[in-house]
């Protein structure tokens, strides 16, 4: 199954991230990189036209999920399994505290 959600930096679009077959992707938008807006998520992922892999999730977005008791709550009340950090990340990042968000991109 491979899930997908739709990365906003200061509430505007800036790219994707996915969950593949080999493990995860993360790419900024070519119109975002064009804006004068245009600033990383992080450091570990500086603006670029390339496409971002890794087996696992990135450092970045798996540090957006919730932990202790509110990773708790999401567990229980969306019954996602803590090591499902791509499951978690599209369910508990639509509204993060800080520039960055991501929302699930809905199947068609």
Not at 51 to 61: D, G, I, N, Q
């Amino acid at each position: 199954m491979n899930r997908s959600g739709k990365v906003y930096m200061k509430n505007s679009y800036c790219g994707t991230v996915s969950e593949t077959d080999h493990g995860y992707v993360f790419q900024y938008d070519s119109d975002y990189l064009k804006s004068e807006k245009a600033e990383a998520v992080s450091l570990t992922l500086p603006l670029t036209e390339k496409t971002y892999e890794s087996k696992t999730l990135f450092a970045f977005f798996d540090g957006l999920i919730p932990e202790g008791w509110l990773l708790d709550l999401a567990e229980k009340n969306w019954k996602i399994n803590y090591k499902d950090r791509m499951g978690l990340l599209l369910t508990c990042c639509k509204d993060c505290i800080g520039a960055v968000s991501v929302v699930k991109n809905e199947e068609l």
